[in-house]
């Protein structure tokens, strides 16, 4: 959401979303940057936003507003502080020493956004460099100009990339987010993407108009189907094991215990969006 634009910041007080970015980069123009910064800042103080993760994405090191931007930022205290083109792990280590520097209280994280060749084949030591990172977000868009590549249906230019994001991010436990879908007018397109990221591990993915949101959450939470058999595994296994029998079969599948925690995990994500959907 432009830190600029007050309507936006008031829409996204309901918006059914997991979290924000409260953006002072490529949304706001050099004359609004430090007009941005304020609301933005002020937006984060406000406690207006519930449950969701609330953070700002700064301009990036080396531009004419980054220190001031973080530096507000880290006063303010969102979750998460966003910060683009990060490119190693020296430049995370940095921008964390920054941030404490700069008094960020102990909640508000590092978002580093991997977008550059350079972060993409380093990624494994950026996701590792600092307990303070905890989110990986795919700039899809930079990385596919900085490749000289195309936005094609499939993203095979860039399939490697995600790919390798994801394994550094779980290697790391860290989140890790998908890029953003362009053509707010293509539905299919749009749906086809989130459903490629989700297949594909990521946690989530980052959107640019809240008219992407609703198929966005469809994607990413667990359907009625796969709910209700992961309670037939979980209850199996518990079944058989509680019968002391080592095999348990469901649907015809031989169940193992990777199975189970797969299951359990889709059960606490389901929990987790009928939690956020209760509470509004």
Not at 141 to 163: C, F, Q, T, W, Y
């Amino acid at each position: 959401m432009p830190g600029s634009n007050a309507r936006a910041l008031e829409k996204a007080r309901s918006l059914p979303v997991d979290g924000l970015i409260l953006d002072l980069e490529d949304a706001v123009g050099p004359g609004d940057k430090v007009s941005a910064r304020d609301a933005a800042c002020e937006a984060v103080r406000s406690g207006a936003y519930g449950r969701r993760e609330v953070t700002i994405r700064v301009n990036g090191v080396g531009t004419q507003w980054h220190e001031a931007d973080l530096a507000a930022a880290a006063a303010a205290g969102p979750h998460g502080v966003v910060v683009p083109k990060v490119g190693s792990a020296d430049e995370v280590r940095s921008l964390v020493a920054a941030l404490e520097a700069a008094g960020a209280p102990a909640h508000t994280r590092l978002w580093a956004m991997v977008e550059t060749p350079e972060a993409v084949l380093g990624v494994a030591s950026l996701a590792a460099a600092s307990p303070r990172l905890a989110v990986l977000v795919l700039g899809t868009n930079d990385l596919v100009k900085e490749l000289r590549a195309r936005h094609v249906p499939g993203r095979a230019p860039i399939l490697a990339a995600l790919s390798a994001v994801v394994l550094a991010a779980r290697a790391a436990g860290v989140a890790v987010l998908d890029g953003v879908y362009n053509d707010i007018r293509d539905v299919e397109g749009f749906a086809a993407e989130c459903a490629q990221g989700r297949d594909l591990g990521f946690d989530g993915k980052t959107l640019i108009h809240p008219g992407q949101v609703e198929m966005c959450n469809a994607t990413f939470s667990p359907s009625e189907a796969e709910v209700a058999e992961a309670r037939e595994v979980v209850e199996a296994w518990a079944w058989e094991a509680g019968a002391g029998r080592g095999v348990v079969t469901v649907r015809g599948r031989m169940v193992e215990n990777l199975h189970v925690d797969m299951a359990r995990e889709v059960l606490a994500t389901d929990a987790a969006v009928r939690a956020l959907a209760a509470d509004g």
